[in-house]
């Protein structure tokens, strides 16, 4: 079965370098589900608030800190992970003074789970001090679970053409069956709201949206 491409009107494609598992620099890292499962899982919503808590909790908010900024149809938070060295002291455009913004949302289609993963990685490797000559010259934000009721309606049945994971991936569509990369302009989701609202307080130079392709 062919999947459909996905179209992404605001959107560029840029390759993204993380550090595979078992370079891992301590074994005492929190892991992501999907390295802690040998790939055969990808991270529920619940997952990814876990994940960046232990982060924050290990390493403090000297680079990071995690806001919720909207809920979604079935009453998950969104999550905005804020990133910077020093911190922007908010999601807005005078706290990032003149660095480089930079927004990134992960999982806008629910079953599209490698952005979601690579940026759990990314975040742990630049709050251990991986990434600070980045993270001096830009304000970072990552939304990793954009469509988190998506994400969270888990089924081998979805996007089954694709190389795993084994266990399931989420759906394309949010809690009210909306693609969320067709609703930028009517604006009908709880998530393209919170999201729009975010991009005005920002103002971001840089807007990256992640997705996996099947060819
Ligand atoms: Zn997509």
């Given amino acids: 079965m062919l999947m459909s491409p996905c179209w992404m009107p605001l959107a560029c494609t840029l390759p993204m370098v993380v550090s595979p598992a078992h370079s891992l620099p301590q ?7 999907a390295e802690a499962s040998g790939w055969a899982r990808t ?3 619940a997952d990814v608030s876990t994940f960046l808590e232990q982060l924050g909790g290990l390493y403090g908010s000297a680079r990071m800190q995690v806001d919720e900024v909207g809920v979604s149809t079935e009453g998950r ?3 905005l ?3 910077g060295k020093p ?7 005078e706290a990032c003074g003149d660095r480089l913004r930079v927004l990134i949302t992960g999982n806008i289609h629910g079953g599209e789970v490698e ?3 690579a940026l759990q990685q990314i975040v742990r490797e630049m709050v251990t001090g991986q990434h600070d000559q980045l993270l001096e010259k830009t304000a970072l934000f990552f939304v990793p679970v954009y469509n988190a009721d998506g994400n969270d ?3 081998r049945t979805n996007r089954v053409s694709q190389n795993g994971p084994d266990e399931g991936v989420g ?5 009210q069956g909306l693609d969320l990369n067709r609703d930028f302009i009517k604006a009908e989701s709880p998530e393209c709201q919170a999201l729009l609202a975010l991009m005005n307080r920002i103002d971001p130079h840089l807007y990256v949206d992640l997705h996996t392709f099947i060819v």
């Fill in 27 to 33: 074994d005492t890292l929190p892991r992501t589900t």
């Fill in 43 to 45: 991270s529920t919503h």
């Fill in 77 to 79: 938070n969104l999550l």
């Fill in 81 to 83: 992970v804020r990133l």
């Fill in 87 to 93: 911190l922007p002291e908010r999601a807005d455009l």
């Fill in 115 to 117: 952005g979601k993963e």
């Fill in 153 to 155: 309606a888990i089924a």
């Fill in 171 to 175: 759906e394309r569509a949010n809690g």
